[in-house]
């Protein structure tokens, strides 16, 4: 469950960092804003249609996606206490991940939309993503054959974060 409400917390900050690309535009389709929008975060990839519905350049466009990856990565690192394990290496290999989780979500946007007090509210349904759930039962596996060998709890958390990264990367799909 944590692990679902993570990954959904981190979908969120995404789209509230993109929010910002929704000012000052007129004619606007809300549902259209949001797939497109979950779509350029999704897999950080940027269409004509994505420069045509958020009217920015394709510059601005990666770094609002850049930034987001950045704020989720700090986030992670932050919510798990894990200062020690907080490397470049580390961080590239977690980018590495989160793309891969990102670019394999499953979501459908509903057409009909609300609008109240000048907000307009889409569903969005998100499908859960089962590789969290295989990879922590991979690290469990790991750990209770005595596969962990550690001098310390720091390095007992680099050994699981880095097999928890590794097994998404391959099997993100």
Not at 26 to 44: A, Q, Y
Not at 64 to 82: A, C, H, Q, R, V
Not at 89 to 117: C, G, I, P, Q
Request: proline share 2%; glycine share 4%.
């Amino acid at each position: 469950m944590r692990r679902r409400i993570f990954t959904a917390a981190i979908s969120v900050i995404f789209l509230l960092a993109l929010c910002a690309v929704f000012t000052g535009c007129d004619d606007i389709d809300p549902p259209g804003m949001v797939k497109t929008n979950l779509e350029l975060v999704n897999t950080g990839k940027i269409t004509d249609e994505t420069l045509e519905q958020f009217d920015q350049s394709e510059e601005e466009l990666k770094k609002i996606y850049e930034d987001g990856m950045k704020e989720s990565i700090d986030m992670f690192f932050e919510d798990n206490e894990l200062d020690v394990f907080d490397t470049e290496e580390a961080r590239d290999k977690l980018y590495t991940a989160f793309e891969k989780l990102y670019s394999n979500v499953k979501f459908e946007v509903s057409e009909d939309y609300t609008e109240e007090d000048g907000a307009y509210l889409v569903d969005v349904t998100v499908y859960p993503m089962e590789v969290w759930d295989e990879a922590y039962a991979y690290v469990e596996d790991k750990a209770s054959n005595g596969e962990y060998t550690y001098t310390s709890e720091e390095q007992l958390a680099k050994e699981i974060y880095n097999d928890l990264f590794d097994y998404i990367i391959e099997h993100a799909d």
